[in-house]
Nanobody, 119 residues
Framework: QVQLVESGGGLVQAGGSLRLSCAAS????????MAWFRQAPGKERAFVAG????????YYADSVKGRFTISRDNAKNTVYLQMNSLKPEDTAVYYC????????????WGQGTQVTVSS
């Protein structure tokens, strides 16, 4: 069982940056593939970025490629999402996920953190 807690969301102007963090419980964090998803109002939850267990291979949705960076610190049981050059269309609730699938694991979910980008 893995518990995930996101933090770092907030309100930012277009062109700005935010870094989201997802802290995971448990002693086997490094064995899980991790990912970020987002859900905008009235839309389905969508994949944003994933990072593979152990080797750290990354994969991004086309809409964020070149602007967002996913990373993990296995010593801190934490996965990050650095978001640069933010756009109003990035506004959404961002969720952290963990599991066996790559690049979009879906076994465990956090509660989400709101990101709002103003124009």
């Amino acid at each position: 069982q893995v518990q995930l807690v996101e933090s770092g969301g907030g309100l930012v102007q277009a062109g700005g940056s935010l870094r989201l963090s997802c802290a995971a419980s448990g002693r086997t964090f490094s064995s899980y593939n991790m990912a970020w998803f987002r859900q905008a109002p009235g839309k389905e939850r969508a994949f944003v970025a994933g990072i593979k267990r152990y080797v750290g291979t990354t994969y991004y949705a086309d809409s964020v490629k070149g602007r967002f960076t996913i990373s993990r610190d296995n010593a801190k049981n934490t996965v990050y999402l650095q978001m640069n050059s933010l756009k109003p269309e990035d506004t959404a609730v961002y969720y952290c996920a963990a599991g066996q699938n790559y690049p979009s694991p879906n076994d465990y979910w956090g509660q989400g953190t709101q990101v709002t980008v103003s124009s």
